[in-house]
């Protein structure tokens, strides 16, 4: 079993109204969250009522409504989660902020990074919480590996290596849409770029990329990617046609650190790491780390709540959601120019 947030008699738990009945809110977010000992869920949305209220029966969630600004006129709400597919989440994030709730939002946060300035200026201009939701940057083991890598367990890191791939191709999945944001760089393609700034503390100087696109669907299906950083470079491959997979490797001069089930690791699944300082080639000197088993979409959503009560940060703030936004479109960029592209600032 996982373990569960104790309650913080400090904090005042937060209000969560959801906007949509995606299945990773169903079921995902929505329950750890309820888990949460800092978060409520009052309130769900659907633009089909009775879909709404079946989810909110079958969660035991306390309103339902049929549109989604019913929910955010609800003065009992503090907080959004936005799931919607992705060309939905700036503009119902925005009206979110203007009704005065917080806002974590699924990723990737925007289609551009022209986008992302809209939703920080309205952040800006309402004085809300927004956030991006890279549950991966709450886990204690990737919390665990920037602290490794900082303490220059592994020497100076250089290199960082990634790869995450599915086996779907539906086409009335919104990831098989073009127009709605599709395709697996900004599906997946997110978590390793997000993970390598992360890492690496700084944003590439420069990136190239390659896509192969579904002929009938149009959405790019198999992307690799390089990204260049001031002291080091990452690359990844990502893929929705493919045998799913995942792995992270993270090289310094002297060490590796290896990363099983990097992204969507299972909250009932005791996480690893490997470290390797690469003296025996058959890994019979690797040390196996093992962390407790972790919901990290409960802790997401714990720390978001800390945040909109003042004990805390957001995680995943609208400034690096724009740095991930932009190397994603430089990405883009690139696949077409055949060029290396530089980041937006």
């Keep these: 079993m996982p373990v569960t947030s104790a309650p913080d008699p400090a904090v005042q738990p937060v209000r969560w109204g959801i906007l949509g009945a995606a299945n990773i809110a169903v079921k995902l977010v929505i329950p750890a969250l309820q888990r949460g000992a800092n978060s409520e869920v009052v309130a769900i949305a659907s633009r089909d009522a009775s879909k709404a209220r079946a989810v909110a029966a079958d969660l035991g969630i306390a309103r339902a409504y049929g549109s989604y600004q019913e929910l955010l006129d609800d003065p009992d709400v503090d907080a959004i989660y936005n799931p919607l597919p992705n060309h939905l989440h700036v503009p119902w994030s925005i009206r979110a902020a203007e009704a005065g709730k917080h806002v974590l939002c699924e990723k990737p946060l925007s289609l551009t990074t022209a986008e992302a300035r809209d939703l920080i200026a309205a952040r800006d201009r309402t004085g809300v919480q927004i956030g991006e939701a890279f549950m991966v940057r709450t886990h204690p083991r990737w919390l665990a590996v920037r602290d490794l890598v900082r303490s220059g367990r592994i020497g100076e890191l250089k290199l960082i290596v990634g790869h995450f791939s599915y086996d779907r191709r539906d086409p009335n999945d919104v990831r098989s849409r073009v127009e709605w944001g599709g395709g697996v760089l900004m ?101 196996t780390v093992e962390f407790e088993a972790v919901d990290q979409y409960e802790l997401q959503g714990e720390r978001f709540a800390e945040a909109v009560r003042g004990l805390g940060t957001v995680p995943v703030p609208l400034e690096d959601a724009f740095g991930n936004m932009a190397v994603i479109e430089a990405l883009f960029r690139s696949t077409e120019s055949k060029r290396w592209e530089t980041p937006a600032r």
């Design 187 to 287: 599906d997946i393609g997110c978590y390793p770029t997000t993970l390598a700034r992360w890492l690496f503390g700084a944003e590439p100087v420069e990136v190239v990329g390659m896509v192969e696109r579904d002929p009938e669907l149009g959405v790019d299906r198999l992307a690799s990617a390089l990204l260049r950083f001031p002291t080091g470079q990452a690359s990844f491959t990502v893929a929705g046609q493919l045998v799913p997979w995942q792995r992270m490797q993270i090289f310094g001069t002297t060490g590796r650190i290896e990363v099983e089930i990097p992204f969507n690791t299972p909250a009932d699944y005791r996480a690893r790491i490997f470290i390797d300082d690469g003296s025996d080639l058959h890994g019979r000197n690797v040390e």
